[in-house]
């Protein structure tokens, strides 16, 4: 009778610790995950850099590197979508239960190929290129430029009449010398160079503003203010480059940054 009560009492015990943990993984954990791996091509297994990795919940991302390594802070339930030009998206989901605050994963991506259209290329010489020119179909009908009317120059008689002397004012050197140094011509350059240099500022400003740089870096807060005051692109660079290349510029401004800080 011993014996039962006793194997009741362990048969108990277990039950109740096997319920707790069933209680327990069945929560979603709270607090933020620290999600780093690299980025590989599905094809060889190497490494696949700047990949751009990002939380399709909260919009922040950053870059893979060279070695494809990359990391970011995300929440548990989370998608994180992968993308670069020449591969197939992929998305990657943080378990919901996961326990730890670290998780390394691999994201393997496939190759993408592009189906372009068939071009023939032909010779076209110079006698059939003017046949087919003259053989050309064009529409009769002039197009309405709706050009600003021409005002017509005062004739001779009309500027005898009216004592004023010569009517035509033809260019010459006191012209250009004039348009160089006349305070009017030197405030008009001035305006002009003004207008150039706002409107470089708004293309700036357009390409490289604060919700990009922290896309791409993945910082917040006052770090991402630091990183701001750091990382200083040069203007003509921001305003020929694309979006890529911008990205690319940041993420290598952000390794200098974090190597400033150890």
Known sequence: MN???FFMF????????????AK????????????????????????????????LRSRFGTISADNGYFTLQAQRGDTLEFSAVNLQPAVFVVPAYYPSARLAIRA???????QL???VVRPYTEKQFKKDLLALQLPDDEPDLQLPAIPRLATPSAVAQ???GVGVTIGGPLTALYDRFSREAKSRRRLAAIMAADQRKKMYNAKLNRDFVARVTGLAGTELEDFIQHCKLDENFVIEANEYEVA?????CLQD???GRN
Request: glycine share 6%; hydrophobic share 45%.
């Open 10 to 21: 362990i048969l108990t015990v277990l039950l109740a610790g096997v319920r707790q943990q």
């Open 24 to 55: 327990a993984q069945a929560s979603p954990v709270a607090g933020l995950v620290q999600v780093q791996g690299f980025t590989l091509r599905k094809d060889s297994l190497t490494p696949a850099p700047y990949v751009t990795v990002t939380n």
């Open 257 to 259: 940054f974090r190597k």
């Open 108 to 114: 393997v991506l496939t190759t993408r190929t592009y």
């Open 117 to 119: 259209d068939e071009v």
């Open 3 to 5: 014996r039962y009560i």
């Open 162 to 164: 009216s004592g004023l």
């Open 248 to 252: 690319v510029a940041l993420r290598q």
